[in-house]
Nanobody
Framework: QVQLVESGGGLVQSGGSLRLSCAAS????????IGWFRQAPGKEREGVSC???????TYADSVKGRFTISRDNAKHTVYLQMNSLNPADTAVYYC????????????????WGQGTQVTVSS
């Protein structure tokens, strides 16, 4: 059974940092691309960042220079380091995985986590 479990969310003041983790089980993470998405109340889900199986990364314009995605295949975990957080970053953050070389270009996800809440206070 495949599971993606996010952790690391919480409440932080504007300008602060958080590191989200996405722990994968039931798949060989090495072969999967992983994406981070977020959904704020009343808004559509949006892509935040993505990392391919070979380590190439992409970022939404709104987080470039502030967020960094990385992966540790030995720990079966992908991270999202979020710095200089602001209230617009408040959302539920989800990780997702896909066995696709084109996932970070927009192909569908195969698996989703349950999400972790990030709240940034002003």
């Amino acid at each position: 059974q495949v599971q993606l479990v996010e952790s690391g969310g919480g409440l932080v003041q504007s300008g602060g940092s958080l590191r989200l983790s996405c722990a994968a089980s039931g798949i060989t993470l090495d072969y999967y691309a992983i994406g981070w998405f977020r959904q704020a109340p009343g808004k559509e889900r949006e892509g935040v960042s993505c990392i391919t199986s070979d380590g190439s990364t992409t970022y939404a314009d709104s987080v470039k220079g502030r967020f960094t995605i990385s992966r540790d295949n030995a720990k079966h975990t992908v991270y999202l380091q979020m710095n200089s957080l602001n209230p617009a970053d408040t959302a539920v953050y989800y990780c997702a995985a896909a066995y696709s070389a084109f996932y970070c270009s927009g192909t569908p996800s195969d698996y989703w986590g349950q999400g972790t809440q990030v709240t940034v206070s002003s």
